[in-house]
């Protein structure tokens, strides 16, 4: 059977770095969204094998390290995978890793720690709003009121790796608890209590940031920050009308930036892993 499934990109409303585990890896504390922009994975019978297309085809690694791949090898299943990549790689959106995902929820696959093909990869698998912790495998679905973002990313590459090498603090207090949150205006003004404890290390790797951030401010977002690892910011706009306007402005100003509106979803169309 020939399966489509949505690889959501993955946005970190705010994610503080609580902690390090003995074998360097680091303990966060993060609420996710998934949004309606994302790649797109198909799946068919066939001996492991990988297609790219799609207008970030070309950045993707086609062998032995794509996460695809390495996803089929993980459950010990074969199929003949392609792959519309629509996301920037490596640029804190999730990426192979939303891929991967998609790849193990068409497959029906409950792969065992999942974890370890990549801390998102848990996250990725619900795509839907959630709080994440540990190094990425402790998720606990939470209720967020739908968010009109604008992402905005410079086309630089920010290797997730040197960020968290870069990191000076990693002992953030956990999030605050998250109370009913009535509406995105109620959500963006506690989010403004949190941060990303991974910006201060990727602006200083990728100054370039710090133009994202100020174009999505002069735009009037809510709320102007970076995702994950980087380079890809996220504003909050009031609705769709002042996002795609917002994403107009941007993109005219700065043609060489990758700049979409979209909106968060509540959870996959098929409604979850394996469905
Ligand atoms: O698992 P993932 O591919 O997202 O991680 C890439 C790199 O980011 C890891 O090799 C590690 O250096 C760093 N990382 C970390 N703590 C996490 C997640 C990632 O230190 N929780």
Known sequence: MIRTEPAP????????VTGRRADGYHLLDSLVVFTALGDRVTVAP???????TGPFADAVPTGEKN?????????????AVTLEKNLPPASGIGGGTADAAAVLRALGAAPDRPETLGADLPACLLSRPLRMQGVGERITPVALPDLHLVLVNPRVETPTPAVFAALER????????LPALADAAALTEWLSATRNDLQPPALGLRPVIADCLAALSAQNAGLARMSGSGATCFGIFADAPAAEGAAQAIAAAQPGWWVRATVTIPGLPSGGAGG
């Open 46 to 52: 066939g001996p492991a094998a990988l297609t790219v």
């Open 67 to 79: 996460l695809c791949l390495r996803a089929l090898r993980h459950v010990g299943m074969q199929a």
């Open 9 to 16: 990109a993955k946005i970190n409303l705010a994610l503080h």
């Open 170 to 177: 990693r002992d953030s207090a956990p999030l605050p608890d």
